[in-house]
């Protein structure tokens, strides 16, 4: 492997720009620190979460540290930040916040907002020449769907070899049943916006990329990477980003009805002793004082049956710091256990005081708990969740997750979260570059032609897929893709009217992948699709499964996964096995164009 990589080095050395122009110069050196990374950078990234409740913070500290406490990525996503005149006056005020906060050694990768949510992620400037490809995103669910009080905002980008998304988002309020289901089709219609839309964002440039980098040095443009580009009918954010991370007020609440049932009978004697205190305190709340002045307060004996039923035996949990209590009847784990949405996401578990509805301008010391008001059921509203690819997914850890009380000009508590991010390393592929091939002679160029991987999938089949003719039948086939892409897509035979199929024949994927040990960091996606005559193709649902498990085996066997769709799952389970059966000499190009200094690249 030394040798070969040896070798592979040797072909820059040949087209090395001449050192007289030190911008050709430093371009070149910038993309081979790059390109031969092959254990990846360790990063530290931070993302902050604030429902503001439309009042000015007046700075964020000590949300987001001064000065950037060393972290290399900081993204923060704001909900009801609008305190200026008109809706968007204050883009400017949180701009100027968050660069006055983070100093002088952070440069703003990109923002984005949408009527009273906002985004914006920092990076420290010495990772300026290895972020390119940033795009932003806005996704409004609001009122019919199409006003901006609620959607989803994104930034993306690439940084070394690592394609990142960060996603704030505010979801429908209230607690019930159609507002459950409001809130996780909302998730699936940000997901689906941002999947189906990606050739329409918007791309920043001037980021001083690597293929900007390579443009300059060879004064001439390069081709932007096609890893995001080569299918038209994704079902998941992993197709496009090697990491995603979702925060924002998700306005998921805590179900008191979901509270555990063996201290059910001790916990209502203690709320029915406490109920006379709790509703005095209530009607004495300026919420409620407000509306019965507009004659709109709800009935004490409405108000009391929401204390004694909701708000006090949440609040009796709180106080003793029952988290796990809590945790399980909070709607948001509830909906991925059951797979109804982020069923294949992270979701971290809060151990500190539900972050809504408190009491604004009082900060807790030491372990006093915040002050809530009676008007909503207390509930961790403000989330973080996090989605890699399977073959990257322990290179993104989650290490802290903590909300900050100090903030208390809101009524949500501020949160954040802190990660230790490895990004990727370099895979050694063959992209049929002639000049690596151009040799004096038949017996030098047979000796350094390399072997690329030939994996074959078998032993296919599907079962219980979800209807999608009028018939209530389907035509599925199966599309076969590598995340990043090291291989061109491969597709089966269509199966005719039926849900459940099965391949006796076997499919072949001829990856450009030059070293058997790099297929740790692949990803194979199979997406099963529904044919149709006279409209595109539709996706029924995804499997994505890591082929590190090959570097042992050589054989990885996949048994009734099911498939999923915009992270919820979907009718459907899928079988089959993935199998080096050998490597396949790749034969050189008869003629060599010019030699860029980049023959290979990374995804």
Request: net charge positive; with cysteine.
């Amino acid at each position: 492997m030394k040798q070969f990589s040896d070798s592979f080095r040797s072909l820059f050395r040949k087209n090395e720009p001449s050192r007289k122009n030190s911008t050709t110069h430093r371009a070149s050196e910038a993309i081979r620190s790059l390109e031969w990374d092959s254990e990846g950078k360790d990063l530290k990234v931070m993302c902050c979460t604030w429902n503001v409740g439309n009042m000015n913070p007046k700075g964020f500290f000590p949300l987001v540290p001064s000065g950037g406490n060393g972290v290399d990525l900081v993204a923060v996503g704001l909900q009801e930040s609008t305190w200026g005149t008109s809706l968007d006056s204050n883009v400017g005020d949180v701009s100027e916040m968050l660069n006055a906060i983070l100093g002088d050694d952070y440069f703003c990768v990109g923002r984005a907002h949408l009527l009273q949510m906002k985004i914006a992620v920092y990076a420290m400037k010495r990772h300026r020449p290895f972020i390119d490809e940033v795009e932003m995103k806005q996704e409004a669910t609001g009122i019919g769907g199409i006003f901006g009080n609620k959607g989803g905002l994104a930034v993306s980008f690439r940084c070394y070899n690592t394609r990142l998304c960060f996603v704030s988002a505010h979801l429908a309020a209230h607690r019930g049943g159609k507002f459950l289901v409001a809130r996780n089709q909302n998730v699936r219609e940000i997901m689906r916006s941002f999947v189906k839309h990606k050739t329409l964002l918007k791309t920043v440039s001037g980021m001083g990329s690597p293929d900007r980098l390579a443009a300059i040095a060879h004064h001439k443009h390069s081709k932007k990477h096609d890893d995001v580009n080569h299918a038209s009918n994704f079902t998941c954010l992993r197709f496009l980003f090697d990491h995603i991370i979702w925060m924002g007020d998700l306005n998921y609440r805590i179900d008191p009805s979901f509270l555990d049932g063996s201290s059910a009978s001790s916990r209502a004697r203690e709320c029915h002793k406490r109920l006379d205190a709790a509703l005095a305190v209530a009607t004495k709340e300026a919420w409620f004082t407000k509306k019965a002045k507009k004659k709109k307060n709800m009935d004490k004996l409405e108000l009391r049956e929401h204390i004694l039923n909701h708000w006090l035996p949440v609040h009796s949990l709180i106080e003793t710091r029952s988290w796990r209590e809590l945790y399980d009847a909070d709607e948001l784990t509830r909906s991925i256990a059951g797979g109804c949405v982020f069923s294949d996401w992270s979701a971290p578990k809060p151990k500190f005081p539900p972050t809504f509805k408190v009491v604004r301008g009082e900060s807790p010391d030491g372990a006093r708990m915040p002050r809530y008001l009676h008007q909503r059921v207390s509930s961790w509203c403000d989330r973080f969740l996090y989605a890699s690819r399977p073959h990257v997914k322990d290179r993104l850890v989650c290490r802290t997750f903590e909300s900050v009380p100090e903030c208390r000009t809101s009524d949500h508590t501020p949160v954040r979260i802190q990660f230790a991010l490895r990004t990727n390393p370099t895979i050694l592929m063959h992209r049929m570059s002639r000049s690596r091939f151009s040799s004096s002679s038949e017996d030098d160029r047979s000796a350094e032609t390399p072997q690329a991987i030939l994996l074959r999938v078998s032993n296919i089949s599907v079962q219980h897929l979800k209807a999608m003719d009028s018939n209530g039948l389907s035509d599925p086939f199966l599309r076969f893709y590598t995340l990043p892409k090291v291989s061109e897509s491969v597709q089966t035979s269509v199966k005719k009217k039926t849900l459940s199929a099965s391949w006796t024949e076997s499919y072949d994927i001829r990856t450009h992948v030059l070293d058997r040990n790099h297929l740790q960091f692949v990803t194979l996606a199979v997406q099963v699709n529904d044919k149709d005559v006279m409209a595109p193709s539709q996706a029924s649902g995804v499997v994505m499964i890591s082929l590190k498990a090959l570097l042992k085996t050589g054989r990885v066997t996949v048994r009734k996964k099911h498939l999923t769709k915009y992270s919820a799952v979907r009718p459907g389970i899928l079988s089959f096995d993935v199998e080096v059966v050998e490597s396949e000499k790749i034969t050189a190009p008869p003629r060599p164009p010019p030699a860029p200094i980049c023959s290979m690249k990374t995804i």
